[in-house]
């Protein structure tokens, strides 16, 4: 619609070439551009007059959209919600864990329904398996020069600054690892639109021989990884649930051997548990059944000896491993622990050991949002409260819709009033480091040298805290304790 054109409203009318059906509870016309000759769009076709024989009704597969009912039949074969064949890597609840029906508790009440006396023993709970643990995590906040121009392009609004901060952080912190290098493959798990993919491929310039599985279980737009056109990366997309992943079945990894990074930003509450045992049991503790031969061996196969004494004096500045391992690192950026889950969670053994069990695990995973939850600053707090976030933001909104920042039935403003705003945002950043200890107690079974940090300020985002892990037998730096 061109500048001087008269709006809908001023007009009464449609625009020109737009859907005549009135929406009466956006106080607008339809935007939908129509087909010509007609005055509807297909959503709002059933209005037309002449269309009133023919009946719309909701899809069965999905009721966001509708479809007309003489056409079901056909429609049903080619929508997108439709169930399509399962691929070769599809293993369903591969990576769910056990589940054990005694572990599943009755139906419990709201954090906000419990009386003082029931929360303050919770809270006895808490403080005593907490006992012992490091609850400032060191600082870690980094960059990385692949992202300076884009990190100081005046026209970035705050959100995107935001992001860019994060990804640069994320990026400096797997560099600081040594796992930035060829011959590997990167696993983005929740990788939404692709973009911390994309920036590890800048970093990587024109490393040879370097693969992206980008993971995500909906349908993304604006993808980013569409974009790349190197010879020497390849990005590839799948469409899946974590929970049923089996990394082993991807043709890529089965052939060609490559050393395993997983990465992510703000992977959300059980999808980073799902992603730690896709990536520790599923996939390296296979290959180590296997007997995988090294990558010495595999080198040798197809070059001389020169070069394999070139790539050995080498190794340290191409950052190549010195020996195959199925998992070269993880480096994941945690978030949403309220929306971890007892049947996936990887720290069962660390909470039964502690005398804690799924009752407990539900109120803390519930009790970890007043870390960032409802944290609305009231004029009686505001002289001695820290500045907080406001309850409608999301700095991720463009990459997952978490939630985190909305008031819940959960959230400070509802519970009894003992506990003051500051001491509900400690009480929640310590249900938070007791779930990751858990995660960190795991990955140290499994012969990871896990660590958590601050990789971005709290002002950037409330969820700043990096999960970082490298195989035990590595040769590369100790992670930060």
Known sequence: MAASAPTPHATGFPAEGRCGYYVEKKKRFCRMVVAAGKRFCGEHAGAAEEENARKRILCPLDPKHTVYEDQLAKHLKKC????????????QDINAGLKDETEIPEQLVPVSSLSEEQLE?????LRKASEGLNSTLKDQIMSHPALHDALNDPKNGDSATKHLKQQASILG???KLKLLGPRRCFVEFGAGKGKLSHWVDIALKDAEKVHFILVEKVTTRFKVDGKHRKKNSVFERLQIDIQHLCLNKIPVLSKEKLPVVGIGKHLCGMATDLALRCLVETYAASCEERNEEPLAKRIKNDKTEKEINTLAKEGNEKNVPEKWTPVAGIVIALCCHHRCDWRHYVGK???KALGLGAVEFHYFQRMS???TCGMRK???????STPVRKDNQNDDSEEHDDGRYRIT???AESLPGFL???EKKKLGHLCKLLIDQGRIEYLQQKGFRPALQYYTDPLVSLENVLLTALPKHSSLPETTA
């Open 378 to 384: 009231t004029s009686l707090e505001a002289s001695n």
């Open 369 to 371: 949002s007043w870390a």
């Open 173 to 175: 912190n797997i560099e």
């Open 80 to 91: 997108n919600s439709r169930e399509k064949p399962k691929p070769d890597f599809f293993i």
């Open 349 to 351: 053994e660390y909470f």
């Open 420 to 422: 003051t705003v500051e």
């Open 121 to 125: 023993n919770l809270i006895k709970k």
């Open 409 to 411: 039935e959960d959230s």
